[in-house]
């Protein structure tokens, strides 16, 4: 009689270096970084990531992060869908300039947008005269943010629409909708978890962002300076078991947003299913 096989073969030599590089790359790192925080007492730990200083680095760095992840969401939504539903001249540079980011080092683009939006760049010169602070500014940060992020929300939600079957809308607007309501009750729900997909990568990519940042943001404390920036004016002083404390809130805080996203995920794709 033969023996059935209950999984592929070589499946467990596959889920030994699988987690064995997992937890070489990403486990251990964070238990160093816990073990060098809690090495700090109760009191020397809350004198770390709780001061007026850190709070305001939490809120710029959350807050900026949120912003451009909403952005990233709609701008995202548009450009995936001119990409996918219309040919044009230059189409084909355009997706590929979707990646540019990827590839790019991001100091690079921080230097490029501080050298554009200050008073005397390209673009600077014509904002700064009407009030518009694109450099040195939390704007300046919700702009890198953006940049960077966009290519995660595009490449999730062009594959999605690239599968809906158009014959749906057709028949949605042979039953009366309007482009409105077809949009609405028919492209938009699929798409409901590439867009929450998108927006928990982008979301979680800008939370770490630094090499962008910095160039642009001025770092003023109080004002335009982000938590990565504040980590490592921490190393700068030689105070480890500071900057890994700021690290681990943020590291918590992050996982935290990460699991409620993911749980909303399921929750939309529970509800498409059940309907």
Same mark, same amino acid.
Request: positive net charge; hydrophobic residues 55%.
């Given at each position: 009689?033969?023996?059935?096989?209950? =999984?592929? !073969?070589?499946? #467990?030599?596959?889920?030994?270096?699988?987690?064995? $590089?997992?937890?070489?790359?990403?486990?251990? /790192?964070?238990?160093?970084?816990?073990?060098?925080?809690?090495?700090?007492?109760?009191?020397?730990?809350?004198?770390?990531?709780?001061?007026?200083?850190?709070?305001?680095? $939490? @809120?710029?760095?959350?807050?900026?992060?949120?912003?451009?992840?909403?952005?990233?969401?709609?701008?995202?939504?548009?450009?995936?869908?001119?990409?996918?539903? *219309?040919?044009?001249?230059?189409?084909?540079?355009?997706?590929?300039?979707?990646?540019?980011?990827?590839? %790019? /080092?991001?100091? =690079?683009?921080? %230097?490029?947008?501080?050298?554009? *939006?200050?008073?005397?760049?390209?673009?600077?010169?014509?904002?700064?005269?009407?009030?518009?602070?694109?450099?040195? #500014?939390?704007?300046?940060?919700?702009?890198?943010?953006?940049?960077?992020?966009?290519?995660?929300?595009?490449?999730?939600?062009?594959?999605?629409?690239?599968?809906?079957?158009?014959?749906?809308?057709?028949?949605?607007?042979?039953?009366?909708?309007?482009?409105?309501?077809?949009?609405?009750? =028919?492209?938009?729900?699929? %798409? $409901? !978890? @590439?867009?929450?997909?998108?927006?928990?990568?982008?979301?979680?990519?800008?939370?770490?962002? *630094?090499?962008?940042?910095?160039?642009?943001?001025?770092?003023?404390?109080?004002?335009?300076?982000?938590? /990565?920036?504040?980590?490592?004016?921490?190393?700068?002083?030689?105070?480890?078991?500071?900057?890994?404390?700021?690290?681990?809130?943020?590291?918590?805080?992050?996982?935290?947003?990460?699991?409620?996203?993911?749980?909303?995920?399921?929750?939309?794709?529970?509800?498409?299913?059940?309907?």
């Amino acid at each position: 009689m033969a023996v059935r096989r209950r =999984v592929l !073969p070589g499946f #467990s030599l596959s889920l030994g270096y699988t987690v064995f $590089y997992l937890s070489v790359l990403v486990l251990l /790192p964070i238990v160093a970084c816990f073990s060098k925080a809690f090495s700090l007492s109760f009191e020397g730990f809350r004198a770390a990531v709780w001061t007026e200083r850190t709070r305001a680095a $939490y @809120a710029l760095t959350f807050g900026t992060s949120l912003v451009a992840a909403v952005v990233n969401v709609l701008l995202g939504l548009l450009i995936a869908w001119v990409l996918v539903r *219309y040919r044009f001249p230059g189409r084909r540079l355009m997706d590929s300039l979707i990646d540019l980011p990827l590839a %790019l /080092p991001t100091a =690079v683009a921080g %230097l490029v947008y501080a050298s554009l *939006y200050v008073k005397k760049g390209w673009l600077g010169r014509h904002l700064v005269p009407l009030g518009i602070q694109a450099a040195y #500014s939390r704007l300046a940060i919700v702009l890198v943010l953006v940049f960077i992020g966009l290519p995660f929300v595009v490449r999730t939600v062009q594959p999605v629409l690239e599968d809906l079957d158009p014959e749906v809308e057709e028949a949605a607007a042979s039953l009366g909708a309007s482009r409105g309501q077809a949009f609405r009750r =028919v492209i938009l729900p699929p %798409l $409901y !978890p @590439a867009l929450v997909t998108g927006f928990a990568l982008a979301f979680a990519r800008s939370l770490g962002e *630094y090499g962008s940042v910095v160039f642009v943001s001025g770092n003023m404390p109080f004002k335009t300076e982000i938590a /990565p920036v504040l980590i490592v004016a921490r190393l700068e002083e030689y105070a480890y078991g500071e900057a890994t404390a700021i690290a681990v809130v943020l590291l918590v805080i992050s996982f935290a947003m990460l699991v409620l996203i993911n749980l909303l995920e399921r929750w939309t794709k529970g509800g498409e299913a059940n309907a």
